[in-house]
């Protein structure tokens, strides 16, 4: 296996030589993009393992152990999602989960199960606050574990982007309004577009997403483009995260990562992270 | 087995190396600028990393290299054509400013205006400023509004370049809506002048 790996790298070094003309800079640029590549390549590569190894031990186990998770029953609806009105965001009631992001025990699956449970029944609409946090928080933690993205960012540009829920673009679970097709295809809605010198209304198509966690996952996938590499650098730092954002052009609004930070610390989002 | 997935990944390999090399010029202008001798060359390139744009002047010497300013080529309007790659002298100097614009998403598209300086004889870009944070200003304008027709980012006779954007609430009680953002050439950058919410005719 060692020897595997010196060939490798032997290999990877010959072909970058060859392929720049020898260019001390441009081979480590090449050296650069292949390791890049391999580095975005490991967690698809674990999940197909991780797949894999599901799959062979499905098929090896004749019947499910009595202990094991029910993840396939549907979970009950005990985390109801309350839709509010803009005038309501008062009367809701303010029970934010703490999230746990190592818990095993079985109380904590349940919470796992509910919080999935209430995201799957959300059929949008505006939210209050705190309810906004209760049933994104755990899908941006996911969609954070796997991507690097500050779970209180994610939760703060869907807010800012859907205004609490309100505007997800019809069925279309799109929480940040972004165009063309998604893994569900596409919704067509009317929208302004800009022709010569005056607004007219236009059909324009938005990705559609078959779940609020693909929304997120795709969302935070598009993060990983070279040009945000400075935010994600700051995955540490959701204000820092927010400003590199707006450095690297995200937002036309100049205001764009203030207006994510004062998100973040008007509604304690950080607590996601 | 083993040697022939080995074998095979090193094909992919291989076979992909030269790719990462490989681009096309999508388009191209020669212009004559006070201060150098011979026309430059100028290319916007779409490589498998993405857009940039070269400046080469006589026997190919490289004058400049934006490195990567978006995934996608994107056009935008100047002179009332779309286009992505154009110029306009902003600050009046009888040398054109060059423009060339890409996108990078999720949602947003950037226009670069790069300035020849002819006492250093080297291209730069020019910023554009966040009076509000001004460690916020970026080398290029931005829309995060996407029109396929360029119409999302355009030059003005006047000088002035306008984006078509999102105008995010102060808080989110409300949804963002769609603005026109006006920039204006002044000492040397780009100012902020003017943004406004729009509505349909």
């Known amino acids: 296996m060692r020897q595997f790996k010196r060939f490798s790298v032997l290999m990877l070094i010959a072909a970058a030589m060859l392929t720049t003309g020898c260019d001390a800079t441009k081979i480590l640029d090449v050296i650069t993009k292949v390791a890049e590549g391999v580095q975005k390549a490991i967690p698809a590569i674990k999940e197909v393992v991780n797949t894999v190894q599901q799959v062979t031990q499905g098929d090896n186990t004749a019947t499910p152990a009595p202990n094991t998770p029910a993840t396939e029953t549907p979970a009950k609806n005990d985390a109801a999602v309350v839709v509010t009105n803009p005038g309501d965001e008062e009367e809701v009631g303010n029970n934010p989960t703490t999230p746990t992001s190592t818990g095993t025990s079985t109380a904590t699956d349940t919470t796992g199960n509910d919080s999935e449970a209430a995201l799957a029944n ?106 945000y590499a400075n935010a994600m650098r ?40 | 087995m083993k040697k022939i997935i080995f074998t095979l990944l090193l094909a992919i390999f291989f076979g992909s190396l030269p790719m990462l090399h490989a681009s096309e010029a999508i388009a191209s202008l020669s212009l004559q600028l006070k201060g150098i001798d011979t026309p430059v060359i100028i290319e916007k390139l779409n490589a498998a990393d993405g857009i940039s744009l070269k400046i080469s002047g006589n026997s190919d010497n490289l004058l400049f290299d934006s490195g990567i300013i978006g995934s996608e080529n994107k056009l935008f309007v100047v002179a009332d054509q779309a286009t992505g790659l154009g110029t306009f002298d902003f600050d009046g100097d009888g040398n054109v400013e060059i423009l060339a614009s890409a996108f990078y998403g999720p ?73 026109l953002y006006t920039w204006k050439f002044s000492n040397g950058e780009f100012k902020l002048i003017d943004k406004k919410a729009v509505t349909a005719d």
């Open chain 1, 122 to 227: 959300y059929r949008g609409g505006r939210l209050a606050p705190a309810e906004f946090g209760r049933l994104f928080g755990p899908a941006a933690q996911e969609a954070s574990r796997r991507s690097g993205v500050p779970a209180s960012i994610i939760l703060a540009q869907a807010a800012l982007e859907t205004g609490w829920g309100s505007s997800s673009i019809g069925n279309a679970k799109n929480l940040f309004g972004i165009k063309g097709t998604g893994p569900a295809g596409s919704v067509t809605v009317p929208t302004q577009e800009y022709r010569n010198g005056r607004m007219v209304t236009e059909n324009a198509s938005f990705r559609k997403y078959n779940t609020w966690q693909e929304s997120i996952e795709d969302h935070s996938r598009l993060l990983q483009n070279s040009r």
């Open chain 1, 234 to 273: 700051n995955r540490d730092n959701p204000d820092q995260f927010a400003r590199e954002l707006q450095r690297a052009g995200y937002a036309t609004d100049p205001e764009y990562a203030s207006k994510l930070i004062s998100i973040m610390k008007s509604n304690n989002f950080y607590r996601f992270n």
């Open chain 2, 107 to 179: 949602k947003a598209s950037a226009l670069y205006v790069y300035r020849f300086d002819p006492a250093s004889k080297k291209f730069s870009p020019v910023r554009f400023l966040n009076s509000s944070d001004p460690e916020l200003s970026t080398d290029f304008m931005t829309s995060d509004l996407r029109q396929e027709d360029g119409q999302d980012m355009v030059v003005k006779a006047d000088g002035s370049i306008v984006a078509l954007g999102l105008i995010y609430p102060a808080k989110p009680d409300e949804t963002p809506v769609q603005g």
